[in-house]
């Protein structure tokens, strides 16, 4: 019978910052046994793409697998994928930078394995249609995307039978299509109900090409596969049943379908495959998303509607997520300042390298996969980011002054300003109550004001209506998979403003520790504009900003300035308070939440007035009077934070926990320490006046 080209492909990956047992924990899962298994059929040839994130660690750890892989491109079984070497979003990257990912991964598969590699994995198939020239300049032949895109497009499934060619400006690029059906059915159904499928494809359309390209961790990595896939035999049953269909199954690459003549010429639109369309969507839109498609799949025409329903596409995540957007707006500053350096200069080639960490997509974006709300990816694309523009600096050598620089600095619409010195960066936004939302340590380097929000996601709804029921055995990361502990759907909490620091709060007698620490400080100083002007201190520049708050029949006004020494690491904040017309006792806060590792003493530690804290632990919820003095310690990692509060003031200090969800099931997943010293509001007519010094002490630190 006519037959059907079969395409099989991986790829593998591992966040810049995820833990070094995660790596290995996936190595012996997954990434071994696999091509313990695929060496066995040396008549199936597959596609295999690894992130220059995951290749540095096998350089390091297992270089014995590298060669492993050298030899199937020896013998013609393996054909490897270039890519942007840290896995980064391309569409969300400047040019320079796109191209030159790319440029560094080609490069390096030409040196370790002796080949040119012309097809490239798109990290999240995130595709935007200028994408098309840069690719090509980079080298880039083809390109592998979802049939979700091309169907996007217009085009029905039985026309996805092979290649299309898109261009930008005359730069002509090959698009092929994966299958969301077979991505659904390997590993996860028997190997008989793909053979099924091949053969309708066949009968429709004799010769046509079939791919399956996914992520290699489902071949073990991901909750259950691993004893299905390998030692209940799914993968050796799946190849035999493969090799056994011979007769009309023909095994092929990318490249070597390449030789066919292209289906024809196509323009796709933004798109992702399907799921990322949901999560990049707000929340509300997101259910209603997830309604419209249940209510489509019921129709009887389902299949030939269904590709109309669009969603979201992945840059509306920056809308989604400020935390994100911040990271993603502080990425293109560095970028500007590294690709300022001397083009072969050893400062910009170890700029660009941490650069590129700084870019990997991980942390940026949150669908199943934990991304955005998983602190240590958060932290080490920070990380990667403050080293990146330190390298950037060197050349200038301004080790003793104070910048001070006002733009626009996320795109709001609203300026934000720049403060640094050699030892802190802090970014503030005047048009949200004049909060700090970076907060970089930049000589360890660790981003204390890498803060999570806690903000309502489509999944609580479910994880309210079901509450605790894990899934068992191997399944797709897009069934239901419960949640990992009992209680979760109580823990549910949001905030009205985003989480920072020097977050301004005017609170009533009444409000509790209790009530605080579940639903945060008052909104209203929060989300109110300030105005800004930068003064001259001496020779020192310095932030000024002031607002005025009416509420309790009173109107209180405001006024901090934030000083960095440009001698150590010290920040000095400075407040005065003047009311009128207040008759009833009020307390006024100011909120800082520190994004240190969560964890248990002795390695983290809570110390008050110069002692050690009645309870010590990053995750207590308590109250002291009369501070003076605080100090956050986190030892292993060799920074402590010391804030000085003058007059003394009651504290409340708590943790701020998210509830999310990743591959293995719904999380709590602790984000920062929050503080919130408060002063009783009154007083004489001249005002009250409050300084907060948060000075950091740092040591020689392990690697983060």
Same mark, same amino acid.
């Given at each position: 019978?006519a037959?059907?080209?079969?395409v099989l492909?991986?790829?593998?990956?591992?966040?810049v910052?995820?833990?070094p047992?995660?790596?290995?924990? $996936?190595y012996?899962r997954?990434?071994?046994?696999? =091509?313990d298994?695929l060496?066995?059929f040396p008549?199936i040839p597959f596609?295999?793409?690894?992130?220059?994130?995951?290749?540095?660690?096998l350089?390091?750890?297992?270089?014995e697998y590298?060669?492993?892989? *050298?030899?199937?491109?020896?013998?013609g079984?393996?054909?490897?994928?270039t890519g942007?070497y840290?896995?980064p979003?391309?569409?969300?990257i400047?040019?320079?930078d796109?191209?030159?990912?790319?440029?560094?991964?080609?490069?390096?598969?030409?040196?370790?394995?002796?080949?040119?590699?012309?097809?490239?994995?798109l990290?999240?198939?995130?595709w935007e249609?200028?994408?098309?020239?840069?690719?090509?300049?980079?080298?880039v032949?083809y390109? #592998?995307?979802?049939?979700?895109?091309?169907?996007?497009?217009?085009?029905?499934?039985?026309?996805?039978?092979?290649?299309?060619l898109?261009?930008?400006?005359g730069?002509?690029?090959?698009?092929?299509p994966?299958?969301q059906?077979?991505?659904?059915l390997?590993?996860?159904?028997?190997?008989?109900?793909?053979?099924? &499928?091949?053969?309708?494809?066949?009968?429709v359309t004799?010769?046509?090409?079939?791919?399956?390209a996914?992520?290699a961790?489902k071949?073990?990595?991901?909750?259950?596969?691993?004893d299905?896939?390998?030692?209940?035999?799914?993968?050796?049953?799946?190849l035999q049943? =493969?090799q056994?269909?011979?007769?009309?199954?023909?095994?092929?690459?990318?490249?070597?379908?390449?030789?066919?003549?292209?289906?024809?010429?196509?323009?796709?639109?933004?798109q992702?495959?399907?799921?990322m369309?949901?999560?990049?969507?707000?929340?509300?839109s997101?259910?209603?998303?997830?309604e419209?498609?249940?209510?489509?799949?019921a129709?009887?025409?389902?299949?030939?509607?269904?590709?109309?329903?669009?969603?979201?596409f992945?840059r509306?995540?920056?809308?989604?997520?400020?935390?994100a957007?911040?990271l993603?707006?502080?990425?293109?500053r560095?970028s500007?300042?590294v690709?300022?350096?001397?083009?072969?200069?050893?400062?910009r080639?170890?700029?660009?390298?941490?650069l590129?960490?700084?870019?990997c997509?991980? $942390?940026?974006?949150h669908g199943?996969f934990?991304?955005?709300?998983?602190?240590?990816l958060?932290?080490?694309?920070?990380?990667?980011?403050?080293?990146?523009e330190r390298?950037?600096?060197?050349?200038?050598?301004d080790?003793?002054?104070?910048?001070?620089?006002?733009k626009?600095?996320d795109g709001?619409?609203s300026?934000?300003?720049?403060?640094?010195?050699?030892?802190?960066?802090?970014?503030?936004e005047?048009a949200?109550?004049?909060?700090?939302?970076?907060?970089?340590?930049?000589?360890?380097?660790?981003?204390l004001?890498n803060t999570m929000?806690?903000?309502?996601?489509? &999944?609580?709804?479910?994880?309210?209506?079901?509450?605790?029921?894990? *899934?068992?055995?191997? $399944?797709?990361?897009?069934e239901?998979?419960?949640?990992k502990?009992?209680g979760?759907?109580?823990?549910?909490?949001?905030d009205?403003?985003?989480?920072?620091?020097?977050?301004d709060?005017? =609170?009533?007698?009444?409000k509790?520790?209790?009530?605080?620490?579940?639903?945060?400080?008052? *909104?209203?100083?929060?989300?109110?504009?300030y105005?800004?002007r930068?003064?001259?201190?001496?020779?020192?520049?310095?932030?000024e900003?002031?607002a005025?708050?009416?509420?309790?029949?009173?109107?209180?006004?405001?006024?901090?300035?934030?000083?960095?020494?440009?001698?150590?690491?010290?920040?000095? $904040?400075d &407040?005065?308070l003047?009311?009128?017309?207040?008759a009833?006792?009020?307390?006024?806060?100011?909120?800082l939440?520190?994004?240190?590792?969560m964890?248990?003493?002795?390695d983290?530690?809570?110390?008050?007035?110069g002692q050690?804290?009645?309870?010590?632990s990053?995750?207590?919820?308590?109250?002291?009077?009369?501070v003076r003095a #605080?100090?956050?310690?986190?030892?292993w990692?060799g920074l402590?934070?010391?804030?000085?509060?003058?007059?003394a003031?009651?504290?409340?200090r708590?943790?701020?926990?998210?509830?999310?969800?990743?591959?293995?099931? &719904?999380?709590?997943v602790?984000?920062?320490i929050?503080?919130l010293?408060?002063?009783?509001?009154?007083?004489?007519?001249e005002?009250?006046?409050?300084?907060?010094?948060?000075?950091?002490?740092?040591?020689?630190?392990?690697?983060?």
């Amino acid at each position: 019978m006519a037959g059907v080209r079969f395409v099989l492909g991986v790829h593998a990956h591992q966040p810049v910052g995820n833990f070094p047992e995660v790596f290995s924990e $996936a190595y012996r899962r997954s990434y071994v046994p696999f =091509l313990d298994v695929l060496s066995e059929f040396p008549q199936i040839p597959f596609a295999y793409h690894i992130s220059g994130v995951l290749f540095d660690w096998l350089e390091q750890a297992h270089p014995e697998y590298l060669d492993r892989l *050298a030899g199937l491109v020896a013998r013609g079984q393996l054909e490897l994928l270039t890519g942007g070497y840290y896995e980064p979003i391309v569409a969300a990257i400047p040019d320079a930078d796109k191209i030159g990912q790319i440029e560094r991964m080609t490069a390096y598969l030409k040196r370790r394995f002796g080949v040119t590699a012309r097809g490239m994995w798109l990290a999240e198939r995130v595709w935007e249609p200028h994408l098309a020239k840069p690719l090509v300049e980079a080298g880039v032949k083809y390109v #592998i995307l979802d049939d979700n895109h091309f169907r996007s497009a217009g085009l029905s499934d039985e026309a996805l039978t092979g290649y299309y060619l898109t261009e930008e400006q005359g730069a002509s690029l090959a698009l092929f299509p994966i299958s969301q059906r077979l991505r659904y059915l390997i590993p996860f159904r028997e190997p008989v109900e793909t053979l099924d &499928y091949l053969r309708q494809r066949a009968a429709v359309t004799p010769g046509a090409i079939a791919v399956m390209a996914d992520d290699a961790e489902k071949f073990g990595g991901w909750p259950g596969t691993h004893d299905w896939v390998y030692r209940q035999g799914w993968l050796r049953r799946f190849l035999q049943a =493969l090799q056994e269909n011979a007769d009309w199954l023909d095994f092929t690459t990318f490249g070597r379908a390449l030789a066919d003549p292209p289906r024809g010429r196509v323009y796709l639109p933004t798109q992702s495959y399907t799921e990322m369309a949901a999560w990049a969507l707000p929340a509300e839109s997101s259910v209603a998303f997830e309604e419209a498609q249940a209510r489509v799949d019921a129709l009887p025409d389902a299949e030939r509607i269904r590709p109309f329903l669009r969603g979201g596409f992945w840059r509306n995540f920056l809308a989604k997520y400020p935390e994100a957007n911040t990271l993603h707006k502080k990425m293109l500053r560095v970028s500007t300042a590294v690709h300022g350096l001397p083009p072969r200069s050893r400062q910009r080639a170890r700029a660009l390298t941490a650069l590129w960490q700084g870019q990997c997509n991980d $942390a940026y974006w949150h669908g199943v996969f934990g991304g955005l709300y998983l602190p240590h990816l958060r932290h080490a694309v920070s990380q990667q980011l403050i080293r990146a523009e330190r390298a950037a600096e060197e050349p200038h050598g301004d080790r003793g002054s104070v910048r001070v620089e006002t733009k626009d600095w996320d795109g709001d619409g609203s300026p934000e300003v720049l403060l640094q010195s050699a030892h802190l960066g802090l970014m503030v936004e005047p048009a949200r109550g004049g909060s700090v939302v970076e907060l970089d340590v930049r000589t360890v380097p660790f981003s204390l004001g890498n803060t999570m929000t806690r903000r309502p996601e489509a &999944y609580h709804r479910k994880l309210r209506l079901r509450g605790a029921s894990p *899934a068992e055995g191997a $399944a797709t990361i897009h069934e239901e998979r419960g949640a990992k502990e009992e209680g979760l759907a109580e823990l549910l909490s949001y905030d009205a403003y985003r989480r920072g620091n020097f977050v301004d709060h005017w =609170l009533p007698t009444e409000k509790t520790l209790a009530e605080a620490a579940r639903a945060g400080g008052s *909104a209203a100083l929060a989300l109110t504009a300030y105005a800004s002007r930068v003064v001259r201190m001496g020779r020192a520049p310095a932030l000024e900003l002031e607002a005025t708050g009416s509420e309790y029949g009173a109107r209180l006004r405001i006024r901090k300035r934030f000083r960095l020494a440009p001698d150590g690491p010290r920040l000095i $904040a400075d &407040y005065r308070l003047q009311t009128e017309g207040l008759a009833t006792p009020t307390w006024f806060g100011v909120e800082l939440n520190l994004a240190f590792y969560m964890g248990p003493p002795p390695d983290r530690t809570v110390e008050i007035n110069g002692q050690p804290a009645p309870d010590p632990s990053f995750f207590a919820v308590e109250e002291a009077g009369d501070v003076r003095a #605080i100090r956050i310690a986190d030892h292993w990692l060799g920074l402590a934070v010391r804030i000085g509060l003058t007059p003394a003031a009651r504290l409340w200090r708590f943790p701020v926990q998210t509830i999310s969800q990743s591959e293995s099931g &719904y999380e709590r997943v602790p984000q920062q320490i929050c503080l919130l010293p408060a002063w009783p509001l009154g007083g004489p007519a001249e005002g009250t006046k409050l300084r907060l010094t948060l000075e950091v002490e740092t040591r020689e630190a392990p690697p983060v």
